[in-house]
């Protein structure tokens, strides 16, 4: 993988660790998929965040806006 033009972005995550909105995510989870109680999607949304990758370096690449 290359180097980003902006090397502070490296490792940046889009989602934060913790729900934000746990209602809302509960809500959508239970719309789109599933019927989600608290603990079901806590354990969804760490498993997306767990498992998330870096930002490409395209991503932090002032060139490509």
Known sequence: MSTPAAPQLN???????????ADGFMAALTEKYIDADYRVAAGIWDMVYDRCRDLPPT?????SY
Do not use: E, F, L, N
């Not at 490792?11 to 909105?21: H, L, N, T």
């Not at 991503?59 to 060139?63: L, W």
């Open 11 to 21: 490792g940046y995550r889009v989602i934060p660790r913790g729900m934000q909105d």
């Open 59 to 63: 991503v932090a690449d002032p060139s």
